[in-house]
């Protein structure tokens, strides 16, 4: 039986952290028997914020290494950069004609980003930003997405475009239908109603050390209202659901309901299992690193075999809608 298709990406920012992998990379790795399985990098997607073309160019390498090193397979799927596939934005132009602006300005994360940026600087990126997405699902026909919970709403946004499309020009598309996790959401550890993020030392990075893990742990906040119930501490439990034993998981739970626990002993625990988690990956994300000439070679063979299938696309759309 044929595969069904799977298309996700990352963004091309700073490291990703523990509910990066958790929400979305972890799925990935998951799926890459039982799906044909196209992975990028979504560079293109980072320039809707500010950035430095330095930094870019350095962190669309990590995340690749990145990656690999946690188990992607660039003999299993095709791995690739963007913006090394034109198509993208080639599809996206002719998206962004059958798009209504209203429904990219009601996108929630266009409208959190865009108050936090004064009203003249809003680039028209970020406001295309779920068209070029639609572009890099439908490339491929991508039928599922794994993505976290906060990209259900741009996905939306995918099928109704490709029901546009259909509609008017006759089919092509598919429907692409996201693939959530269970995992619950992961918050940050100093503030714990917020979900995890890169910066200002709240969020776990996979790359952390035993010591930096620790040290950010012992950070996290455990009560923050007096009922008992708290934010910070259900993150912690969460975490070691994940990470830790069962056996583990179980003694702190009964702990935590005779109420004799120690959250020292309860992040000193937490601390361990991620940092051993991720032992092997350290070693090899540095070793890829330091191999710059093997990783250009897993990004030109993954454009070409993307390219391949882009092209299809791309001449059954211009056929379909009259571009000679
Ligand atoms: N917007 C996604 C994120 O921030 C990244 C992304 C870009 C993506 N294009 C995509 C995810 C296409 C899934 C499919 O996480």
């Excluded at 946690?70 to 599809?91: A, M, R, W, Y």
């Amino acid at each position: 039986m044929k595969k069904q298709i799977l298309v996700s990406g990352l963004r091309a920012t700073s490291e990703p952290h523990i509910g990066n992998y958790l929400g979305a990379i972890r799925q990935f790795i998951e799926k890459q028997d039982d799906y044909d399985c196209y992975f990028f990098i979504a560079d293109l997607h980072t320039m809707t914020t500010p950035f430095e073309p330095k930094e870019l160019r350095k962190s669309s390498l990590a995340v690749l290494a990145d990656y690999i090193a946690l188990g992607l397979d660039p003999k299993k799927s095709t791995i690739f950069l963007q913006s090394q596939v034109p198509q993208h934005t080639e599809l996206a132009w002719i998206f962004n004609c059958i798009t209504p602006v209203s429904e990219l300005q009601r996108m929630t994360q266009f409208k959190d980003k865009a108050s936090e940026t004064n009203a003249k600087s809003i680039n028209a990126g970020l406001l295309n930003y779920p068209v070029l997405m639609a572009a890099d699902v439908l490339l491929y026909k991508g039928e599922v997405v794994p993505v976290g919970d906060d990209q259900v709403q741009h996905l939306e946004l995918s099928r109704i475009i490709s029901r546009k499309f259909n509609n008017a020009f006759g089919k092509v598309f598919p429907e692409p239908k996201p693939l959530l996790n269970k995992t619950a959401r992961v918050m940050s550890l100093t503030e714990p109603t917020k979900k995890m993020s890169k910066t200002g030392g709240a969020g776990i990075l996979l790359n952390d050390s035993p010591e930096e893990i620790k040290k950010k742990l012992r950070k996290a906040v455990t009560a923050t209202d007096a009922k008992g119930k708290s934010a910070g501490v259900d993150n912690l439990m969460g975490l070691l659901k994940e990470f830790g034993t069962e056996g583990q998981y179980e003694f702190f739970q009964s702990q935590l309901k005779d109420n004799t626990i120690q959250f020292s002993h309860l992040k000193d625990a937490l601390a361990e299992v991620i940092a051993n988690h991720f032992a092997k990956f350290r070693e090899k994300r540095a070793k890829l690193l330091a191999d710059p000439e093997y990783l250009a070679e897993v990004l030109a063979d993954g454009a070409r075999k993307a390219q391949s299938i882009a092209n299809k696309t791309i001449s059954e759309v211009k056929e379909k809608v009259g571009l000679l």
